[in-house]
């Protein structure tokens, strides 16, 4: 990937400036440029973007004065920040204790198998990205599935590959 060296956002004469920056500088600048609020903004940074790439954790490191190692770090530490697009619709596979005992890793593989693509990827369509979770806290329903932000219960093969062909034949 080229990197725009997004450091400090180009202001030429003439010069378009993209709005979705001034969303993270007002942000930056709400909270003061404190390094604590890092994961506020990068909320922000993926709701103005709709993923984080590698120039906009520059920019957000930069203007926070944190290393890049960090800003990164926190970034792919949790699992609701995606430093790739994401596809139109997103399919979660928990893989906590309680859903791999109740067979939440054959879910897994079924649903890699169908799609052909692997845990963190997204079909060549763009339609559906498959990803996994240490943990959902859903313990009680396990195995657990995350479908568009909608959390399924005691999912099996057969349940998640429904779920995921009605999203297959959509236009």
């Known amino acids: 990937m080229e990197s725009?060296?997004?450091t400090?956002?180009?202001q030429k004469s003439g010069q378009t400036v993209d709005k979705r920056f001034k969303i993270i500088d007002i942000t930056m600048k709400r909270n003061h440029y404190r390094q604590d609020a890092l994961i506020e903004?990068?909320?922000?940074?993926q709701e103005a973007?709709?993923?984080?790439e590698p120039d906009i954790l520059e920019y957000?490191?930069?203007a926070l004065k944190l290393p890049l190692s960090r800003v990164y770090g926190?970034?792919?530490?949790y699992h609701l920040f995606s430093l790739k697009p994401s596809g139109k619709h997103t399919c979660v596979v928990c893989l906590g204790t309680a859903?791999?005992?109740k067979g939440s890793d054959k879910v897994l593989t079924a649903l890699q198998q169908e799609l052909g693509i692997k845990s963190g990827e997204t079909t060549t369509d763009k339609q559906i990205s498959l990803l996994s979770a240490r943990c959902l806290g859903a313990c009680g329903i396990a195995p657990a599935i995350v479908f568009d932000g909608e959390v399924a219960g005691k999912q099996m093969p057969e349940n998640a590959l429904e779920k995921i062909k009605t999203w297959q034949t959509e236009d």
């Open 41 to 45: 903004i990068l909320h922000k940074a």
């Open 60 to 62: 957000v490191a930069h």
């Open 49 to 52: 973007f709709g993923y984080l």
């Open 99 to 101: 859903c791999y005992v």
């Open 74 to 77: 926190v970034a792919t530490f």
């Open 4 to 6: 725009k060296n997004l």
């Open 8 to 10: 400090k956002q180009p």
